[in-house]
C-alpha cells in the first residue's frame, strides 16, 4: 500500500516501495523505524517492541518496562521462579527477611511493610491487616 500509509514516526505519507508493518494498524518508512529511547535504526535484524505507539529496542523497553525486583531492583528473566506479596515481586533469593536476612519460604508467617519483609519472629507473633499467610508463586 505505498502512497496510502501514514508513518507512526514522522506523520508523513509513505510512498516509498517498502515500509515496516509492526503491529496491525502502525507502519513506518523504513528509515524512521527507531527506538524511542536510544535511536537505534530497528529493522529485520532487531527485535522491536511496542508501547503506547513508540518503539523501542529490546535493551531499553526491558530497562524502562520490565517488572522488577522489589528486593534488588533487577529485571526477572523469563526462567526466574518468583514470589509476590500483594503488588511486590520478589526473586527467590531477595524474598528475606528485611531484619534478619533469613530466607521466607512458601507457607513462612510474615508481614510487608512497604517494600521490606519481617519474618514472623521480627515482626512478633500476631501478624497484623499487613500480614500475610505466606507468598505466592505466580
Not at 519472629?121 to 500480614?131: K, M, Q, T, W, Y
Request: charged content about 25%; some cysteine.
Amino acid at each position: 500500500r505505498p502512497g496510502l500509509a501514514l508513518c507512526a514516526g514522522c506523520g508523513g505519507r509513505i510512498q516509498d516501495p517498502f515500509l515496516l508493518r509492526v503491529s496491525p494498524d502502525l507502519e513506518w518508512h523504513v528509515a524512521c523505524l527507531k527506538c524511542a529511547e536510544c535511536g537505534q535504526p530497528l529493522d529485520e535484524t532487531c527485535t522491536c517492541f511496542l508501547r503506547d505507539g513508540k518503539a523501542y529496542c529490546k535493551r531499553d523497553y526491558s530497562r524502562l518496562f520490565a517488572v522488577k525486583c522489589a528486593q534488588c531492583r533487577a529485571a526477572f528473566s523469563s526462567s526466574d521462579l518468583v514470589m509476590r506479596a500483594r503488588d511486590h515481586v520478589y526473586h527467590l533469593e531477595c524474598f528475606r527477611c528485611a531484619a534478619c536476612g533469613r530466607q521466607l519460604l512458601p507457607g513462612d508467617q510474615y508481614c510487608l511493610r512497604e517494600r521490606d519483609l519481617l519474618c514472623r519472629a521480627e515482626h512478633g507473633p500476631s501478624l497484623d491487616g499487613n500480614g500475610a499467610r505466606g507468598p505466592r508463586s505466580p
